[in-house]
């Protein structure tokens, strides 16, 4: 199952601030506390606007072993764990205009992973 989550910056935050703090706090701190069984988490943050005005900062893709795994990371943001994630949210995202949902993919053209390609081709 894939997630992913549109967020968006507090507007007394820099694009570069929000990043320099989703990354070297909010980030381990999800990691190290909540996050059991996503098998993959990739960020994606907005370098700059090259056509259009997007509302959000960052798209975040979680992919999780399956739908289970993911309403229990979900159930985790109700423990003190997660009151602490959410806490750090609230300092530097603007929590309410975030948006979270599953996603279903259809792959049109590569791979993700481009040593995939290679290890298929050997095999």
Do not use: C, W
Not at 1 to 25: C, G, N, Q, S
Not at 91 to 105: A, G, K, Q
């Amino acid at each position: 199952m894939k997630t992913l989550a549109l967020l968006v910056r507090r507007p007394d935050h820099t694009r570069a601030a929000f990043r320099a703090h989703y990354e070297d706090i909010h980030a381990p701190l999800a990691m190290e506390t909540i996050m059991e069984g996503t098998v993959r988490y990739v960020r994606h943050h907005i370098a700059q606007e090259i056509y259009g005005a997007p509302f959000f900062d960052v798209v975040s893709a979680f992919r999780y072993r399956d739908a289970a795994t993911a309403g229990e990371l979900i159930g985790r943001l109700e423990t003190e764990d997660g009151a602490r994630v959410i806490a750090d949210e609230h300092t530097f995202m603007d929590r309410e205009r975030n948006t979270f949902f599953p996603v279903s993919e259809q792959v049109v053209m590569g791979a993700e992973n481009q040593g995939a390609g290679l290890l298929l081709a050997a095999l």
